[in-house]
Each structure stands twice: as structure tokens, then as C-alpha cells.
DNA sequence: TCGGTCAGTGTTTTT
DNA sequence: CACTGACCGA
């Protein structure tokens, strides 16, 4: 164990020997707080603290599995029982245990962003309310809003002339009436819970003697009430951040617990650490240079005592569809020259980025893992089965209504098609509504609707019935299968020829034998239960290049980072900086502070020029690029002959690239086109050598000139 | 009342 | 293109 504390420095020592104070550390990128997190956690259970009365608390699941897994190697089996995990699931655990003490049974559903959505559309009905005016997101988000803040919907009134307040008091009583929560409750309830209940917050705080807090820069007040309330007065709290790293206030994340923490705990010894034991002295120069433009920040001076003469590259690459061949280049490159796929990340600020590098990446046979985006709980039909599933769960004997139930029957009820209609459904709510039933209870006995649309219910009244008997008697990996086939979504996933969504419904199979080997008493309750909190299944990477956004990469570090998509309005993103302001740039070059810090040796940002003729006007790029001082940086210019570009149909070549494109076949209205980012579209209009194209979800119609050599006509 | 067509719309970031 | 709401024929 000494070992572990040995391979600290001075200051990560003191912090981390530091056992009879609070402690807080404030430092910059690749510093070594999460290593210094570690080593503490390791030698507390060393000097005889139970693991299980030390809590860890992480920011993603990402983070709480690799803590977990790197602790291992330290302590062996001791690792299993220290408490890591996100606040989101804490405050799970803590609700499945005593939820009933403020009136929700102990198997309350928990809402995903999907659930969210479909319950809105009910609600948008019952208001009139048009989703073009009222975009969902958007309304969520101001919903969000209020409940953090803790506004009543009634107090919610007086801030909006629009309906959203009582979009707002509607979704707040639907939610109570199926004893649902959303995210927000999850904290919210928990806080409550532990703020009123003594007996249970004494329980929890008699629990844990010591708390660590990773990434404490991005805690919101709600999340540090309940932190608070979890320390015993005679407990020590143990906070790591960099204010430098905040990029989730646009959810809530106050910079300023961290600054304040010793206010609030005065016997805090507060450590600084300098030394940055990740990045090259030449990444870091230029990620603090970027960094230094933000105003009222703590000037820090981190320092890297690893030399190395490699400057960032920065490329402009001709349009959107080489940025992506370049960055495969430099891969393919770094490759040979013995760095593997694994120690490489491409990061970019929002998830559509994606879908050019993945097309390249997939083409040259770059094997690459992408995290975020849709991930696999969040797809259709594995939430269409998994509503399935829900249909056949028992009642906790606390919530015997099981409201609950109405959103997984709105979901299935009439996929496939059963001639359910729109109609239909709306009688069988209000029906369920006036009687205080479930949507299932109504279906078995409907007195409100006419006898044709009712002889339509029985089927799927009996299928549930039917797998609900046969649960005693097949696993549940079989049973979900079976569900899948008896209800006929297979044959309609045959019909429509949407063979990956087999698939993904194959690998659901899988996943449920899996956790089944895993805890062979397990119940499809339990199974069902926790799902929303965990919206990837963990798979192992492989040797894989990363994609992710650079939210999702926050913590993490790679050999070589390329950082794609740095033009203006894409990061620093617009939309950030017309409803922030300066605080939104700053939280935007505080992103790209995070993004720079992950590299170690290799950095690489790029932009891609051309004509935006969504903005009327030339790319520009970030003006993050020009913050990084000129002496760090070098321009690539390598040109990309020679590179496997794959050869388009009708043999341009790239000699061709700025110069005028020779005249191809002329696109027409009603063409297909397929372009190397955007993918399949359609020819939507014709002005001269503009063409507007309409792309698949969620690119939207595009304008193109139509002679751009990425564009390619395709038989329809 | 269902479900087929038609026209209009459509980008942050995540637990 | 994918998704939604409006409209209309069965
Ligand atoms: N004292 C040390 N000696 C050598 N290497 C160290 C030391 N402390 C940390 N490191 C290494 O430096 C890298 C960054 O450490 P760590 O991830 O803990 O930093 P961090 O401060 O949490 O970074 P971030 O703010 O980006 O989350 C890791 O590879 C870690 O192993």
C-alpha cells in the first residue's frame, strides 16, 4: 500500500494523508486528482476503515466503473465494497430503501428523457400546444429549470406568459400519479428525504466516514445539499475540482460551491496541486494560453516536466468531408508509427460531428468505439420490448395501481398495428382517469368504448396474460423473445425489412441472459428497475479509437487527441452564445480547455472551410485556434493524394480540389443524392448550381453546390 | 375511427 | 430523409 502514497508528490500526500480535516483540492487539468482521490481511498481501508463507510462520488458511470476497476488492483476484494458511484445513483439507492417514508414504493419507476418526451405529448393535447412553438426540449428544460430551483408550478406562472407553467403542473401530477421520477426527482427526492426524515439521514450519515467528491466544480446546490446532509458532523468530506473544467452550468452546476466550500466547512485544508503529470509542456502552455482569455478566474501555474518538441497541428481541411479523411490520415499514420487505436480520441463539441468520422472511419476499417449519441437502452425497439416487458411486472404491493404501467401500454398498445388508434386511446385515458385505473385494468374491461374498437383489445389483453403465466416457468431472456414474436413485432420488423433492429433486439437477448449469469435469481422487476440510469450496456472497447464529445471525455486522457469541427458557431457553439452571453463563450473556452487537456503527447485540431449557405457567408475558424499562441502550433499541409480516398463513381479525381469542379450530371428536383457526412437525401430544389437537399434525422435540407465532389447522385 | 397520403419542419452539451 | 400534424377515403 505505502507504495501507492509513494507515488504521490508532496502536496497529493498531504491531501491525501489528511484524514482528520476536510480537504479540498483545487488544481488544474491532469494534476493528479483523481490519482490522489485513489491513493486516499486505498490507504484509508489500509489503516483499517471499512471500505463500505467510504463513499466516492463520481461524475459519470463511466468514471465510478474505471474507479472501481483501477482500485481493484490496489486493494483486491476490499475495492468491492467502497461505495463509488454517481449522485444519480446514490440517491437511488437510498430511495429503494426508504422511499415509502415520503410516500413512493420502494420500486418507483425512473423516467428517461423518452419517457419524458411522450408524456409532454399527452400533455401538449390536453393544452393545445404546438411542438414548433413549444419545442419539447426546450419546455423539459424550462420544467427542469423550476424544480431545481424549486419553484411551485403555481410560482412558475408568474415567470412566462406561455403555457408552459401549466404544462409544468400537469407533468408534475401525472408523474405523481404513476409515483414516477425524473432525473431531477431523483435529487430532489433524495434531498428531501434526507432533509425531513431523521431517522433515515441518521441511518445514511452513521453509514459513511468518509466522502470524496470527484470533479466537484460541476456540483449543483441541489447535489451539495445533499452531500451536506449526508456528513455526520464528525465525518470528512474530500473535494476535488478545477473551476477551470465547469462546463455544466447550463444544467445547474455553480462554480462558486467550490470556491466557497471553506465557508461552509471552515476546518477544510484547502491543497494546490501544479504539476501536471499528463500532458506535454507544450500542450499545456497552450491549453492555459487558451484559458487565460476567461475573466475573474484563479490564475494557476501549471507546469509539465514532460519536454517534447512536438507542436499542435491545426489543419483547415477543403470542406466538411476531408476534415474527417485527414483525421483518419493522422491515425493511420500515428499507427505505424506504434501508437494503438486505443490511445487515440476524436472530440468534438455535439454528437452530429460524428457521422462524417464514423462514415471514413468505417470505410478504411479503423475500428473506432463511439460513446454517447442514441446508446442502446434509448433505441426504439429495445424500449418498445422492454415496454413490453413492464407490461408483465407485478405490482409493488405499495403502488397496487401501478400507474405507472400507462406509459408502456401508450407505447406498444398499437405497435404493430392492432387498429388502436389516436381515438381510441384518448377514450381509454380519460376512461382510466375518471375510474382511477390503469390503462391495462381499462383494457380488460372498457365501459366507455364502443364494442368494435374494445374487440380489438382482447388480443393484446390475452398476450399479456399469456406471458405473464408463462413467467414461472421460462428465463427471462426466452420470455422477452417470445413477447418479441407473440406480439408480432418481429414479423413487422420483417415486413418493413429493419434487419438491424433485429439485431438489437438479439443483443437485448444477450444482455438479459448476461445479467441473468450474474444473479441467477434476478426478477424482471429488478431487471426493469434501474435501466434508465444505465443507458449503456458495458461492453469491453476492444482497441478502438473513441469518439466522443468532449463533455463525455471529461476525465479521461489519450496518447493523441484530435479535436474536429473548431469552425466558429460550431465551438465556440452559437446557440451557447446567444443565450449566455460572455458566460457562455467562457463556458465554451472552458470546454475547449477540457478537450486540449486530454491529450498527453499529440494534439490535433482541425476546421473545415467552404461556403455555409445555412449562414450565408464562409466558414470561419474557432477563434479558439487563434487564442493558442503561434509559437505551439504548426499548420499541416499535407496534401491527401495518396491517401485510400475511396474513388467517386464517376472518376473525379482530387487534382481537382480548389479548383473549379468540372460540370457533373446536373442534379434535378427529386434526385437522390448521397453525401459523404450527411448521408441519403433528396433533391428538394434547384436555384442555378445551389441545390437544396433534404437528409435523413437530424440533418435536416441542406444547401449544396451540386457539383461539390462529395455530393453524389444515386439511383433512386 | 383508423391509417393512408401530403405538406411542413428540422442541431448543443447529460445524469 | 425521418417525423409530425392535417386531411380524407373506407
Ligand atoms: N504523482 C504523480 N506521479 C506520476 N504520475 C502522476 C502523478 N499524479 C498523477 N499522475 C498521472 O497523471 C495523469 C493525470 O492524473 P489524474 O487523471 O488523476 O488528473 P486529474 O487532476 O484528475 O485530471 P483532470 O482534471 O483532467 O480530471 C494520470 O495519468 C496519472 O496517472
Known amino acids: ?40 481511498i486505498a490507504s484509508l481501508v489500509d489503516n483499517g476503515i471499512l471500505p463500505w463507510r467510504i463513499l466516492a462520488i463520481t461524475f459519470t458511470n463511466k468514471a465510478a466503473r474505471e474507479m472501481k476497476e483501477r482500485l481493484q488492483t490496489l486493494l483486491q476484494d476490499a475495492a468491492r465494497d467502497v461505495r463509488i458511484s454517481t449522485i ?74 406561455g403555457p408552459e407553467a401549466k404544462a409544468y403542473e400537469l407533468y408534475e401530477r401525472q408523474l405523481e400519479d404513476m409515483k414516477a421520477m425524473d432525473f431531477d426527482d431523483l435529487l430532489l427526492k433524495t434531498r428531501h428525504l434526507l432533509g425531513t426524515n431523521q431517522e433515515v439521514r441518521d441511518k445514511w450519515q452513521n453509514r459513511l466516514d468518509y466522502i470524496h467528491v470527484d470533479e466537484f ?71 492555459n494560453a487558451l484559458i487565460a482569455h476567461n475573466h475573474g478566474r484563479i490564475e494557476k501555474d501549471l507546469f ?46 455535439s454528437n452530429y460531428l460524428s457521422r462524417g468520422i464514423e462514415r471514413v472511419l468505417g470505410k478504411l476499417r479503423i475500428p473506432y468505439r463511439i460513446y454517447g449519441g442514441i446508446r442502446f437502452y434509448e433505441r426504439q425497439e429495445i424500449k418498445d420490448m422492454l415496454s413490453y416487458l413492464k407490461l408483465i411486472t407485478e405490482p409493488d404491493p405499495e403502488d397496487p395501481a401501478q400507474k405507472s404501467l400507462d406509459l408502456a401500454v401508450m407505447r406498444v398498445i398499437n405497435v404493430p398495428r392492432r387498429g388502436i388508434g389516436a381515438r381510441t386511446v384518448e377514450k381509454l385515458q380519460k376512461e382510466a382517469a375518471d375510474r382511477g385505473l390503469n390503462l391495462l385494468e381499462v383494457l380488460r374491461d372498457p365501459q366507455t368504448v364502443s364494442g368494435a374498437a374494445a374487440k380489438k383489445f382482447a388480443p393484446f389483453v390475452e398476450l399479456v396474460d399469456e406471458m405473464k403465466s408463462l413467467r414461472a416457468s421460462v428465463p427471462l431472456d426466452e420470455l422477452m423473445m417470445r413477447m418479441a414474436f407473440d406480439s408480432g413485432y418481429m414479423a413487422m420488423l420483417k415486413d418493413t425489412r429493419e434487419e438491424d433492429r433485429e439485431e438489437n433486439i438479439e443483443e437485448l437477448q444477450a444482455d438479459i441472459r448476461q445479467a441473468l449469469q450474474e444473479n441467477p435469481d434476478l426478477t424482471l422487476e429488478e431487471y426493469l428497475q434501474d435501466l434508465s440510469l444505465f443507458t449503456d450496456r458495458d461492453e469491453e472497447a476492444g482497441n478502438a479509437v473513441s469518439l466522443m464529445t468532449v463533455h463525455a471525455a471529461k476525465g479521461l486522457e489519450f496518447e493523441q487527441v484530435h479535436i474536429v469541427g473548431l469552425n466558429e458557431g460550431v465551438f465556440p457553439s452559437l446557440r451557447a452564445m446567444e443565450e449566455a452571453g460572455r458566460d457562455g463563450l467562457e463556458e465554451e473556452r472552458r470546454l475547449m480547455y477540457v478537450a486540449m487537456t486530454r491529450a498527453k503527447k499529440a494534439l490535433y485540431l482541425s476546421w473545415n472551410s ?53 460540370p457533373t450530371t446536373r442534379l434535378r428536383k427529386g434526385d437522390h443524392v448521397e453525401h459523404t457526412v450527411y448521408g441519403a437525401g433528396v433533391v428538394t430544389d434547384v436555384q442555378k448550381d445551389i441545390v437544396s437537399v433534404a437528409f435523413g434525422h437530424p440533418n435536416g435540407v441542406r444547401k449544396l453546390n451540386m457539383h461539390h465532389p462529395s455530393l453524389q447522385k444515386v439511383k433512386g
Open 217 to 287: 466544480q460541476d456540483v449543483d446546490p441541489v447535489q451539495y445539499d445533499i452531500i451536506r446532509l449526508l456528513k455526520r458532523p464528525d465525518a470528512f468530506l474530500c473535494v476535488v475540482g478545477d473551476p477551470d473544467q465547469t462546463i455544466y452550468t447550463w444544467r445547474g452546476a455553480a462554480v462558486d460551491i467550490i470556491l466557497n466550500f471553506a465557508r461552509d466547512f471552515p476546518n477544510t485544508r484547502t491543497v494546490i496541486l501544479n504539476e501536471n503529470y499528463r500532458s506535454s509542456q507544450t500542450i499545456l502552455d497552450a491549453a
Open 88 to 161: 444519480h445513483s446514490l440517491c437511488v439507492r437510498i430511495l429503494r430503501e426508504d422511499a415509502s417514508a415520503i410516500g413512493y414504493p420502494k420500486n418507483f419507476t425512473i423516467l428517461d428523457g423518452d419517457d419524458q418526451k411522450s408524456m409532454l405529448r399527452t400533455i401538449y393535447k390536453e393544452l393545445d400546444m404546438d411542438r414548433t412553438t413549444f419545442p419539447p426540449s426546450a419546455v423539459l428544460g424550462k420544467i427542469s429549470g423550476w424544480k431545481t430551483a424549486g419553484y411551485s408550478p403555481e410560482e412558475a406562472q408568474d415567470q412566462t406568459d
Open 610 to 662: 467552404g461556403y455555409s449557405f445555412q449562414l450565408d457567408r464562409h466558414k470561419t475558424p474557432s477563434r479558439f485556434i487563434q487564442e493558442i499562441p503561434e509559437d505551439y502550433v504548426k499548420q499541416e499541409s499535407t496534401p491527401l493524394d495518396n491517401y485510400p480516398v475511396h474513388k467517386s463513381p464517376q472518376g473525379q479525381s482530387r487534382k481537382s480540389r480548389g479548383r473549379a469542379p468540372k
Open 304 to 349: 509539465s516536466s514532460i519536454e517534447s518538441d512536438r507542436k499542435i497541428e491545426t489543419f483547415q481541411a477543403q470542406d466538411e468531408s476531408q476534415e474527417p479523411l485527414q483525421v483518419a490520415r493522422d491515425i493511420t499514420r500515428a499507427r505505424k508509427e506504434g501508437l494503438e487505436y486505443r490511445d487515440i480520441a476524436v472530440l468534438y463539441r
Open 1 to 40: 500500500m505505502s507504495s501507492v502514497i509513494d507515488s504521490l508528490n508532496a502536496p497529493q500526500k498531504e491531501a491525501a494523508l489528511t484524514l482528520d480535516k476536510d480537504v479540498r483540492i483545487i488544481a488544474g487539468a491532469g494534476s493528479g486528482k483523481t490519482r490522489m482521490l485513489m491513493a486516499r
